[in-house]
């Protein structure tokens, strides 16, 4: 039944996915924690939202250029070695309230302005930001997606390109998580018979999902990636609820 279980909680997870370029992880970890230990759960999320995103980044690889994504990509290094740094003296709890606060007053605020398409735009600024806090709160408390949709926002790329950029900046940030977790010894024979199930469930939810994306308006992308925000941030204070209740 847990082999059964994996399959449709991930063909559900690589479904969203495909639609919003990230979420895959958020939606899948509270429900393998019914019946996953979790020193599995974090390596197996880990390597798993690198087979989607390598999937979505192979998808779309004539709709972006690798260049536009760096600077979010080379800060992501300094915010990553803060976050551990910083983890060390602020319990990730504290950071936990601080991410659902931003995530859930920015994912409000943004619906309650009304869609106004404008030109694609880029600013290596703001992606330098952005991808700081995604390395930041990528080692902390593994919320590497969020600060990327927030850019993937303020550009107003069409989705192919969101889509393909979201996930060539994913397999790079979270790609380095999955190789630390490599030489720590996670990747056990259990952790192999999940990848071998998951896998598969994964990829076809994200198959599945590719029909659907040249229906999708970019006015109702929009409003699919704050929901994802929306809900990183409440998994957030539900995490934090739960360890204190």
Known sequence: MEDIYLVCIWGLAGFVNGISGMGAALMAVPFMTLF??????????????????????????????????????FCAIPGAFLG???????????????????????????????????EERNSALVGGACGFFSGFFGS?????????AIYILYTGWKQQKALGSLGAALIIITGTS???????????????????????AGIFGMLVS?????????????????????FAGIMCLTRVIHYYF
């Open 36 to 73: 996953m230990d979790i020193r599995l759960i974090v390596p197996f999320s880990c390597l798993m939202v690198v087979v989607l995103s390598s999937t979505l980044a192979i998808k779309y690889r004539s709709e972006f250029h690798i260049k536009i994504i760096l600077p979010a990509l």
């Open 84 to 118: 551990t740094l910083v983890l060390k003296i602020l319990s990730s709890h504290v950071l936990e309230i601080f991410m659902a606060v931003v995530l859930i007053v920015y994912a409000i605020w943004n619906f309650m302005q009304k869609y106004t398409p404008n």
């Open 178 to 200: 999955c190789v630390s977790h490599y030489f720590a010894g996670l990747y056990t024979k259990e952790f192999l018979h999940y990848l071998l199930i998951g896998v598969p």
């Open 140 to 148: 902390t408390i593994s919320f590497t997606g969020p600060p990327l």
């Open 210 to 230: 590719f029909p659907f994306i040249k229906y999708i308006t970019q006015e109702t992308f929009r409003k699919i990636l704050l929901l994802v925000i929306g």
